[in-house]
């Protein structure tokens, strides 16, 4: 490729930047991804096979609904999926039950969402419309969801956003990648170097600089790579850390109207599916909820193994931040012990291989992924903007339903690229 071809550095090599560079080396163009960790995929971080008797996935795990470019991309990379299917249960403090998603308030919320005109937050919303006694199990339902779902904090989320994303018709299908999330980034990583991109790792980018009509991008590392427009990738709370053109600061300053998620995420292989041992009616059990230190559970059903995947999200994650990885797994194991009412040490004793991730704590993410505020449209059409040598992109960037996913992350990569070539 001739030198004089125009020159992209594309900060971070997650699932946007992968996309776009991608994109973008296919066109021709000279593309060098500048990526901190170690690794390709960022959110997206596959575990040892040796470890768990699967590539698991420590970040992101579920494809959610239709996500076209997601399983366009997985057809192009050979790559199946498996539906999830099977039954929820729910713990109330004394007892397992299959959960009853139904609520006898459920056609008036959807009565009540569908006339909505103006914003609220989630917690305005209930406050308004459904206050009162009558409606707790309702309000709990929904401020759990919002949580645990969606990372977000009620005192601050989109109600319209939600009602976009999954009340407006309930909950979508969703499906894993058989081979995990990381064979994706493979292939997308192998997609971006035959074609030429250069991938460097363990470059912490702190500083785009503008010279001469070109742009400058300055690494912790001391290295520093001369470029014609740069694509910034990053989670929304790494913005912050890289000095940037004023015009692109500016911008960036948007990102303050967009939610950012916790989540710690645990995954516990036991010896046997001891759960499943002990109660036969879990046989086809997806999802647990409960109110434990842990609330949310997933098993690998259809597949059989014995694996449990515990996850803990939103703002009442910080009860947990003085935890390191061991601490959080044993406060999995509790949550465990007191759900199927089994000592500790029993639980404990079946334990093969454990990883616990609490995302914030992760130096290159800080959390987990975006959520809407009744600002955050707005503050996505400034982000998103194609003015200037400075671009940005990823999961946040995404104005369709499934915001916070990969799927959000790919097409906004995607897009991004494309705005590029057609300027």
């Not at 170690?38 to 768990?52: K, M, N, T, Y």
């Not at 420590?58 to 790559?79: D, K, Q, S, Y």
């Not at 909950?171 to 035959?194: D, K, P, S, T, W």
């Not at 590392?221 to 500016?250: K, M, Q, S, Y």
Request: glycine share 10%.
């Amino acid at each position: 490729m001739p030198e004089t071809s125009e020159h992209i550095v594309i900060v971070g090599a997650g699932a946007a930047g992968l996309m776009a560079a991608r994109a973008l080396v296919r066109a021709g163009k000279r593309v060098t991804i500048l990526e901190a960790r170690e690794r390709c995929g960022g959110r997206i971080h596959p575990l040892p096979a040796s470890e768990f008797g699967y590539p698991a996935d420590g970040g992101a795990e579920f494809i959610h609904g239709e996500a076209p470019v997601t399983r366009a991309l997985l057809r192009e990379a050979g790559l199946s999926l498996r539906e999830i299917a099977g039954t929820q249960w729910s713990f109330d403090g004394t007892g397992l039950s299959r959960e009853d998603r139904h609520d006898p308030h459920e056609a008036e919320l959807q009565a009540v969402l569908g006339a909505l005109k103006d914003d609220l937050t989630v917690a305005d919303f209930l406050r308004r419309y459904f206050a009162g006694p009558k409606y707790e199990r309702l309000r709990h339902s929904i401020e759990r969801m919002v949580e645990g779902y969606d990372a977000a904090d009620p005192a601050r989320a989109s109600i319209l956003a939600l009602r976009e994303e999954w009340m407006d018709g309930g909950h979508h299908a969703q499906a894993r990648i058989v081979g995990g999330y990381g064979a994706l980034i493979e292939f997308l990583a192998a997609e971006c170097r035959g074609h030429g991109a250069a991938i460097r790792f363990g470059c912490v980018v702190s500083a785009v600089e503008e010279a001469g009509g070109a742009l400058v991008v300055r690494c912790a590392n001391g290295e520093v790579h001369g470029c014609d427009r740069v694509i910034v990738t990053v989670p929304l709370p790494l913005l912050r850390d890289i000095a940037l053109p004023a015009a692109a600061r500016t911008k960036a300053a948007a990102a303050d109207d967009i939610g950012f998620g916790s989540v710690i995420k645990i995954l516990l292989r036991f010896a046997r599916p001891w759960w499943r041992e002990r109660k036969p009616e879990l046989a086809d059990m997806t999802f647990l909820l409960s109110e434990q230190a842990i609330p949310v559970w997933w098993t690998r059903y259809p597949d059989e193994r014995a694996v449990l995947t515990g996850w803990f999200g939103g703002p009442r994650t910080a009860q947990l931040s003085h935890l390191d990885s061991q601490g959080l797994v044993d406060k999995g194991l509790d949550s465990l012990a007191a759900i199927f009412s089994l000592p500790r040490e029993d639980v404990a004793r079946e334990l093969v291989a454990a990883a616990a991730t609490n995302w914030t704590h992760d130096p290159f993410a800080r959390g987990a992924y975006s959520w809407a505020t009744p600002r955050t449209r707005d503050a996505q059409a400034i982000l998103a903007r194609a003015d200037g040598a400075v671009l940005f992109s990823g999961e946040a960037l995404y104005r369709g339903r499934d915001m916070g996913t990969v799927e959000a992350a790919l097409a906004s990569g995607l897009a991004t690229a494309e705005m590029m070539l057609r300027g």
